[in-house]
C-alpha cells in the first residue's frame, strides 16, 4: 500500500468521525426547518448571592460541652412577620416564647422573610440558609427539625418536599402544600395542627396533605383544636409532647 493510499484513508476516516460529531450537535437556527422538532440545548452559568436576617437562640449549656451537638428547630414565621425587624418575630411561636423566657434543649433558628416575598418562593435561601448555620454553631445534623405556622406552614411543607433528606421531622401549623409533592414525604414524620374554626387557612389545608403523605406511605398525623381560630400555633408549641416527638426522630432513622 503506498503512503497516498494511507493518507487518503486517514482523511476519509477523519472526515467520517467530524461529520459524525456534527451530527450529534445542535442544529444552529439556520438550519432549522419549520414544522419540525430539532433538538437543542441551553447551557449558562449564573452567579448569584443569597442571605437573610435572623434570630438565633442557643440553650443555656451550650458551651459547657465543646464536643456536644445540639438538635435544631428551624421556625417559619408567618405572613405577618415579613419584613426587616427582626423584633417582630418575638411577637410569634418560638421566639415569641424565648423571648418571655422559655428555655428549650434546642438551637433554634427564626430567619426573617422579606416583605415582597413568602417562604414558598424563599426556598433556595433556606436551604443555603441551613447549610450556613450547620457548619457555624454545634449542630447535630442528625436532628434538624422544621415548623412554622400560617405562611411558615406553607413554607415547612414546601421545604421539607423539596428536601426531603435534610429534616428529621416537620411541623407545619395552619398551613397547606401541593398534594402532588406529598410522596416526597413519605420518610419524613409529620405531626400537623390546625384549628377547626380558622377562618384564614381552612382545616382542609391541612387534612388533605396529612392524608396524601398517608397514601404514599408516609408518617403523618395531624391534630386539631375545635375551638381554635387562625392562632393554633399557641397550644401547639405548648404542648411538651411536641418536643418530646421531635427528639425522638433522626435523619438516620430514614436510612434503616
Known sequence: MYLGELTMKKALIILVICMGLMGCAPMSSKELKPGRQSAQSFSKKITKTVGCDY??????????????????????????????????????????????????????????????????????????????????????????????????????????????????????????????????????????????????VPLASSQEMVDAVKKAGGDAKLTIYPEAGHDSWTQAYNNPELYEWFLSHRISDKKK
Open 55 to 200: 434570630l438565633v437562640y442557643l440553650p443555656a449549656d451550650y458551651e459547657k460541652n465543646a464536643k456536644k451537638q445540639w438538635p435544631l428547630i428551624m421556625f417559619l414565621h408567618g405572613g405577618g412577620e415579613r419584613g426587616k425587624n427582626l423584633a417582630a418575630l418575638k411577637t410569634i411561636g418560638l421566639p415569641k416564647m424565648i423571648s418571655r423566657g422559655r428555655s428549650f434543649d434546642f438551637i433554634i433558628v427564626s430567619p426573617q422573610c422579606p416583605n415582597d416575598t413568602s417562604w414558598t418562593e424563599q426556598s433556595e435561601v433556606l436551604i443555603n440558609f441551613l447549610d450556613e448555620v450547620e457548619s457555624r454553631y454545634k449542630v447535630d445534623t442528625d436532628r434538624v427539625y422544621l415548623t412554622g405556622p400560617s405562611m411558615g406552614g406553607f413554607g415547612t411543607w414546601s421545604l421539607a418536599a423539596k428536601y426531603p433528606d435534610r429534616f428529621a421531622a416537620i411541623t407545619p401549623i395552619c398551613g397547606g402544600g401541593e398534594r402532588f409533592a406529598a410522596f416526597r414525604l413519605k420518610k419524613v414524620p409529620v405531626w400537623a395542627f390546625h384549628g377547626a374554626k380558622d377562618p384564614t
